[in-house]
């Protein structure tokens, strides 16, 4: 269980730090830590009271209206509302930890002074859709790693283990032993795997805070349209609806499907969710400066050339232009990507 812990804080902070170095966010590895800390702490303290509260609610509500009605268990109609809570409840939670107390404008941060000693630990500069997109993939696996660790330790302590699976004194050979032994013992890596490379908390997280940097951009495509976190109930709805969707699904099929199909649906649903934020990441790149090349004297370059330094003028370069998708911008790519134009369609020759 210990291990499986530290493999999950690892293999979170191997990811964090692959997305920020390949795509040079400006964002520091301390900073990312301190949004891992709230997952861990604040946002699972949270979604385990909002968690009671709903299933409170909703076994009361269901039992009422089974009351007196013979054939009809309320059990079998509160799992489809149970598991939506469940994705409200946590989804919310991490995306109000990933927004509590951050400023995206640093002058406007400068502007307030000094903050209470309350409020002080709270206060956090993003600077950069894609930063906010790692600050939510940050707490997701703060929460994971907490997550992990009550299942793994109670799968330790209340798990059958080698006595459980082949006691002695009841016909089992050594041989036999043995191989129920490296048996549990593979079981007990799968879930592991499943539980941290597979597990859909990061990407959600990342997902819900990608759309609310994609609701911060400015018309001329600027980011960000406001000082610090503050979003209407419509916007954070907007946001949140396509992670809590996919949350509530996943927790519902594993529980009903049967164990052959349901072992499969971390696959489908992790690779759904990197497919999602594979698109918003790409989105959320920074302008970039495009140049303007006017040639001087001799032919015009041929398409894939490169005008020579000597050939060109006058370069301006708009500032409001978005930018062009490519691989290199993008850590979850790798196949081509069509470039763009200034005006965000896919341009078929370079422009000169």
């Known amino acids: 269980a210990g291990a499986g812990v530290a493999f999950s804080a690892a293999f979170g902070a ?5 997305w920020r170095c390949s795509s040079k966010v400006a964002v520091r590895s301390g900073q990312l830590s301190h949004f891992a800390l709230r997952g861990a702490v604040v946002a ?20 009422a209206l089974a009351h007196g009605k013979p054939g009809v268990d309320p059990s079998a109609w509160v799992l489809v509302p149970l598991m939506l809570v469940v994705g409200v409840s946590e989804e919310a939670s991490k995306i109000f930890c990933a927004l509590f107390g951050v ?24 600077e950069g859709p894609r930063a906010l997109i790692l600050a939510g993939a940050g707490v997701g696996f703060g929460f994971m790693v907490l997550e992990n660790a009550s299942y793994l330790i109670s799968a330790a302590v209340e798990g059958p283990g080698e006595e459980g699976v082949a006691p002695k004194g009841q016909g089992h050979s050594e041989e036999q032993r043995a191989t129920l032994s490296t048996g549990l013992e593979i079981f007990r890596m799968f879930t592991l795997l499943i539980r941290t490379i597979f597990n859909l908390h ?25 000082d610090f976190a503050s979003f209407a109930f419509r916007e954070c709805a907007w946001a949140l609806w396509p992670s809590v969707l996919l949350h509530a699904l996943y927790d519902l099929l594993v529980m009903i499907l049967p164990p052959a199909p349901g072992i499969l649906m971390p696959f489908v649903f992790v690779l759904v969710l990197r497919t999602m934020l594979s698109a918003e ?55 081509a990507v069509p470039e763009r134009g200034p005006d965000g369609r896919p341009s078929s020759s370079p422009g000169a």
């Open 103 to 126: 400023w995206f404008s640093a002058s406007a941060l400068r502007a307030t002074g000094a903050p209470g000693v309350c409020f002080k630990p709270w206060r956090a500069l993003v």
């Open 202 to 226: 990061p990407w959600a997280a990342a997902l819900t805070a990608a759309r609310l940097a994609r609701l911060m951009r400015k018309t001329g495509g600027g980011w960000p349209d406001r």
């Open 281 to 335: 990441w790409c989105d959320a790149a920074p302008p970039r400066e495009a140049q303007v090349v006017r040639v001087v004297d001799g032919p015009a370059p041929d398409e894939g050339q490169v005008a020579s330094p000597g050939a060109v003028e006058g370069a301006q370069a708009p500032t409001d232009a978005p930018a062009a998708r490519t691989p290199s911008d993008d850590p979850f790519l790798t196949g």
């Open 44 to 63: 699972s303290f949270m979604a385990l009271v909002l968690e009671l509260v709903g299933f409170i609610a909703i076994q009361k509500s269901y039992a």
């Open 14 to 18: 191997l990811l964090l730090a692959s």
